[in-house]
């Protein structure tokens, strides 16, 4: 589990690919100072497992399940990736629950300076979009972030500063992929509900709209 605060941006020093699957090789500093064996690691949102370490690079297992969910099969050595470690049970919960499960890729269509803030708007598919509400909660490439506006085709996100110093979204330009992963409270509200039913959700008239009105 993690809360989608990037701990560092590392950089992908290789990826050595297999007819369906990958290994990563990725290099950083700060989650260097607690990592094992079988931790853990959110790499541009995906939950990976670290299977070799040393003092200041990991590798990881990318299987073709994450290849094709994902924007990890584009990376290359040099890539610049997003890293947080799993959230410690003693620490505090400063972005939102992210599981490191992508829903899907979206790309980026515009970029747009507002003060101080940048604005990232993003195209996405139905199966993304419907999860996703204004003032709600969106992970893009593992970064927790607050939707600002939403509509049928795309949605948008307000950058501070601090994001943009510390993680890799704004060096990204339009055209480029990114891993979208919906907040996990939405989706277990679809799933309990049946509102992917057409019949069921016509039955209950519980719809995503009735959710949204309400607070949901």
Request: glycine share 10%; charged share 25%; net charge negative.
């Amino acid at each position: 589990m993690f809360t989608g605060i990037i701990e560092e941006t590392g950089v992908v020093r290789g990826i050595k690919k297999g007819a369906k699957s990958a290994v990563l090789e990725i290099k950083g500093k700060k989650i260097f100072e607690d990592i094992h064996i079988g931790d853990s690691i959110a790499v541009n949102g995906v939950c990976l497992t670290v299977t070799w370490f040393s003092s200041d690079t990991f590798k990881a297992d990318v299987m073709n399940e994450t290849l094709k969910r994902s924007s990890l099969g584009v990376l290359k050595a040099g890539s610049m990736v997003n890293l947080e470690r799993a959230m410690a049970a003693n620490g505090r919960f400063g972005g939102h629950i992210v599981s490191g499960h992508i829903d899907g890729t979206g790309i980026i269509v515009k970029k747009e300076q507002d003060d101080i803030a940048v604005w990232v708007t993003v195209s996405a598919g139905p199966e993304i979009l419907r999860l996703i509400v204004e003032k709600g909660s969106i992970a893009i490439d593992g970064i927790s972030l607050t939707v600002a506006s939403v509509d049928s085709r795309e949605f948008a996100v307000s950058v501070i500063p601090h994001t943009a110093s510390a993680t890799t979204l704004i060096a990204k330009s339009p055209g480029d992929t990114v891993n979208l992963e919906n907040d996990i409270t939405g989706k277990y509200i679809e799933k309990l509900l049946g509102l992917n039913n057409e019949k069921h959700t016509a039955e209950s008239g519980v719809t995503m709209e009735f959710l949204q009105k309400h607070g949901f």
